[in-house]
């Protein structure tokens, strides 16, 4: 397995190893890692509850929705590359703003980390909605699913490494300024090393080019473009869109109230919640480097049924076992069928439709998962003031499972179809 994935990386594109190193570098550090550990607990030493974690929460990810869908139509118009170094640069002062909230007056520390959020979740979008059709330009078809899963696993690798590091660093910081972990201080510290790794990401992807041509799009792909179908193909955008909605519902409440949960439920210190994380991430690698086989044997669209089912069915042990190890045991689940599920959902939406509509495909799809997100953090946080963590993880679960019933009657539809041409 490991040949096929060296043969497949070491006839790539340059700029196929320069994705994987900005996607290392944002992972560690904004997009999951150290800012996954620690922006949230960052929340809560401000002096706010859950509900104001759901609240910020919410907010960012329907800044990312709204910037998911600029993000497709830029992409369309403007181009892939330049589109994603423009989000890179935003992402860059989003992360910047992140640690000056604690200078903030208390009374405007709300409205400044939804401003962080505001510029952070956009650059965030408009880089990821365009980095895939870009990743999908600069790869042949024989070898997109290595290529993609393998993108997957150096995200979760750099997860694990961001999420141990976030583990550890506030305590070190809490010693050296001769403060508490209660404090709010070590947690911003090691917030400010985030713009570091994000400026490292954009002079990284300043190195990538244009490819001279496009990859090949498949016999399909090339029929859709000659017959002029575009209309019938926003359908398909839209409805994919509102599957990766219900499907992505449990993710979201795991990975948003996670640490909250650990922090203020089951008492568990921020080292060990960082512990946790990375664990999941880890486990997640070689979930996602086994995942091209799994599609090779069971379908792309196969393969993102029966994982979502079972990112549902890990929700259970999250929501009704209350301790620290049950609750751990769930989110590996959670992430390592998502990180099946998702290479594979992102292989199978962009190939359904026209070159041309791919950054609109991925816009409409980012900004499904985007409100999805929003969605439970807005509703989780007011859920868990009043009914308890359970319910809005159970509920997660439920709106999951919905979404792979969906995903597999679009599949028998579109199967059938087939058989009548």
């Known amino acids: 397995m490991l040949t096929g994935y060296r043969q ?61 869908l600029l993000a497709g139509w830029l992409g369309t118009v403007w ?74 696993a150096v995200s979760a690798t750099a997860m694990v490494a961001g999420g141990l590091t976030g583990g550890v660093l506030p305590g070190l910081f809490a010693s050296a300024l001769g403060v508490t972990m209660t404090s709010p201080e070590p ?13 490292a990401a954009v002079l990284v992807f300043m190195q990538t080019r244009d490819p001279a041509g496009h990859a090949e799009q498949g016999a399909a792909v090339a029929e859709a473009e000659a017959g002029g179908t575009f209309g019938a193909m926003y359908g398909t955008i ?18 948003t109230f ?3 949960y650990m922090d203020t439920e089951l008492a568990v210190p921020t080292f060990w919640v960082g512990v946790a994380l990375a664990g999941a991430r880890l486990a997640a690698v ?15 669209g196969n393969t993102v049924v029966v994982a979502s089912v079972l990112v549902a069915v890990f929700v259970l042990p999250l929501a009704l076992v209350h301790t620290p190890l049950a609750a751990s045991a769930g989110l590996i689940g959670l992430i390592v069928f998502s990180n099946i599920r998702y290479p594979a959902f992102n292989i199978y939406m962009l190939e359904v439709v026209p070159a041309k509509l791919r950054p609109m495909m991925s816009g409409v799809n980012e900004m499904a998962a985007g409100l999805s997100f929003a969605v439970v953090a807005l509703v989780g946080g007011v859920v868990i003031v009043r009914y308890g963590y359970p319910i809005m993880f159970l509920a997660g679960g439920a709106i999951t499972l919905l979404g792979s019933f969906v995903f597999a009657v679009v599949l028998r539809r579109r199967a059938f179809a087939a058989q009548l041409e």
């Open 8 to 68: 497949s990386l070491r006839g790539s594109h340059r700029n196929v190893l320069l994705l994987f190193s900005v996607s290392a570098l944002l992972s560690f550090s904004a997009d999951g890692g150290i800012n996954t550990v620690l922006f949230n607990l960052y929340i809560l030493r401000l002096g706010f509850g859950p509900d104001t974690v759901g609240l910020i929460n919410g907010v960012a990810t329907l800044f990312w929705a709204s910037g998911s």
């Open 79 to 152: 181009g892939v590359r330049k589109t994603a170094l423009a989000g890179l640069l935003l992402t860059l002062v989003g992360a910047v703003l992140v640690p000056a909230a604690g200078s903030v007056p208390f009374a405007q520390r709300v409205a400044w980390l939804a401003l962080c959020a505001l510029v952070g979740y956009i650059g965030l979008s408009l880089y990821f909605v365009n980095a895939l059709p870009y990743l999908l330009q600069v790869t042949d078809v024989k070898n997109r699913s290595n290529i993609f899963a393998a993108a997957a």
């Open 187 to 199: 947690y911003r510290w090691t917030l400010a090393l985030v713009p570091l790794f994000v400026f």
């Open 238 to 255: 839209a409805l994919l869109g509102f599957v990766r909605f219900l499907q992505v519902a449990a993710l979201g409440g795991g990975l």
């Open 258 to 260: 996670f640490n909250v």
């Open 286 to 300: 070689p979930a996602a480097l086994l995942g091209p086989a799994i599609s090779r044997r069971l379908g792309l």
